[in-house]
């Protein structure tokens, strides 16, 4: 993926990408031709009834999925050219997950959930820990280290999940429906979070919503209906 001359290069790039799922017989099409691009800096959400197909396209931009047919470009990367262990990497190295459920490691402390990804990276014991602690600071987390999940709150456990995904620098930042499981005070204070991280660190992020509170806080609205991009809007955020 190459940008034309004064061109800013798409971090991420679907290109007539299609997916089809098969349920015995019947053939159900989850995104159907879609063409977006997300630039680097940008604070994106998809939206969309359920079904329009967010889900399916962060999983695909993710390495977690993978396309029926087009292409899909993450940080130069065309992943249809890319075999397992490489996309295993490109998911290691230069991409952050923030899910829905959290997903955080159980028995792990905050400390140890956020300097995991680092862990596996290699990164030297002194380095990790620098790291950790100092993400867990910026998202206001500090002397709550070596509490484990069930031992913090809904909006603390996104916060380390947070951390988690900025951890190794990432190119992009997927999250996908991060405060539906947070009551309206939490979800607020997570997102000024994220929008802070965004303006002030860069970190360009991808959101699948259907939550208001993320939409007015977007700065471009990628509307999905029957996994085709119906609309793409560049808005100030509220």
């Not at 098969?22 to 977006?36: K, M, R």
């Not at 630039?39 to 967010?54: H, Y």
């Not at 987390?141 to 999940?149: F, N």
Request: charged share 25%; with cysteine.
């Amino acid at each position: 993926m190459k940008a034309e001359s004064g061109a800013t290069v798409a971090i991420i790039e679907m290109k007539k990408v299609s997916r089809i799922y098969q349920q015995g017989h019947v053939s159900v099409p989850a995104l159907q031709g879609l063409d977006l691009a997300i630039l680097p800096g940008d604070f994106a959400a998809l939206c969309g009834p359920s079904g329009s197909g967010k889900t399916t396209c962060l999983n695909i931009v993710g390495a977690l999925d993978r396309a029926t047919s087009g292409e899909t470009w993450v940080d130069g990367h065309r992943l249809e050219a890319m075999n397992r262990t490489e996309l295993s990497r490109l998911r290691r190295d230069r991409i952050g997950f923030v899910f829905q459920a959290y997903n955080l490691i159980p028995v792990l402390t905050a400390f140890e959930n956020t300097e995991f990804i680092l862990a596996l990276q290699g990164r030297p014991v002194a380095e990790r820990r620098e790291r950790a602690l100092s993400l867990l600071k910026a998202v206001g987390l500090e002397g709550l280290e070596d509490r484990r999940p069930d031992e913090l709150s809904g909006g603390q456990q996104q916060r380390v999940a947070i951390a988690r995904a900025i951890a190794h620098d990432p190119a992009v930042v997927l999250a996908d429906e991060p405060t539906a499981n947070l009551d309206s005070a939490n979800a607020e204070a997570l997102l000024e979070l994220m929008e802070h991280l965004n303006r002030e660190r860069g970190i360009t992020f991808l959101f699948s919503t259907h939550d208001a509170r993320v939409m007015r806080r977007a700065r471009r609205l990628l509307t999905l209906k029957d996994g085709r991009l119906e609309s793409d809007q560049s808005v100030a955020a509220a």
